[in-house]
């Protein structure tokens, strides 16, 4: 990783409002999981970098994401039910 992250902006579900959500993709945390799921590419798989990357970009990457669904959600709630409180509040400006 080079230090140098940028946020993007994108569209995410409506998240129950019945409206597209606009939603800051966090470059940082996707260098995390990449950089991780190169090293164990590599790790476990002898895979070379450009390996990784052309294994990063195929559709079977994609589809193995998606089918986390439920590891995802779970992620999700085990963050909000250690930070969530705080996160409020902040949100909350309080």
Excluded at 9 to 34: A, C, H, K, N
Excluded at 51 to 74: H, N, P
Aim: a negative charge; proline letters at 2%.
């Amino acid at each position: 990783m080079n230090g140098k992250y940028e946020d993007y902006t994108g569209t995410v579900g409506d998240l129950g409002s019945g409206q597209p959500v606009e939603m800051l993709s966090y470059s940082r945390v996707s260098s995390i999981f990449w950089n991780a799921f190169a090293n164990e590419m590599e790790k476990q798989h002898g895979a070379l970098p450009a390996e990784s990357v052309l294994v990063m970009k195929s559709k079977c990457t994609r589809w193995m994401l998606d089918g986390m669904e439920g590891q995802i959600e779970r992620c999700a709630a085990r963050m909000v039910k250690q930070e969530g409180a705080d996160y409020l509040n902040s949100a909350r400006g309080q």
